[in-house]
């Protein structure tokens, strides 16, 4: 029998970023660059009728809230996207083991996502 595993930050922000780049496959998004490293932001540029638009992804652990983002690093992003001409978005991503929301998320175990779509900056 396997071992069982907690994924690791970068497998669980990995994850974070596959549930929002579905999204945004199905809203009609054009990646034009992506990032899958954790802390370099953003990590998907993409265009979408002609407007350029930076998501930072990050995959917010129980019982932290999905919603509730860093304002420095969201101000910051905002005020690079600006000369771009870009508009700014966060995507928190809670990832949380199915089982016990206390444990971590486990490798081939089942998980919830909560993860409401993109909140505009």
């Known amino acids: 029998m396997e071992e069982r595993r907690p994924l690791t930050a970068q497998e669980l922000h990995n994850l974070a970023m596959n549930i929002v780049g579905r999204q945004l496959e ?3 998004y054009e990646f034009m660059a992506v990032n899958s490293k954790p802390k370099k932001h953003p990590q998907f540029v993409c265009l979408k009728d002609k407007i350029l638009h930076f998501i930072i992804v990050q995959h917010v652990p129980f019982p932290e809230n ?3 983002f860093d304002e ?3 101000t910051k992003m905002s005020n690079h996207a600006v000369k771009f001409e870009a508009k700014t ?3 928190g991503v809670g990832l949380y083991n199915a089982a016990n929301q206390e444990e971590p998320v486990y490798l081939n175990e089942e998980y919830i996502a ?3 779509g993109l909140i505009q900056v």
């Open 72 to 74: 420095e690093l969201l």
């Open 26 to 28: 199905q809203d009609g």
């Open 114 to 116: 909560a993860y409401e």
């Open 89 to 91: 978005y966060y995507a």
């Open 66 to 68: 999905p919603k509730q």
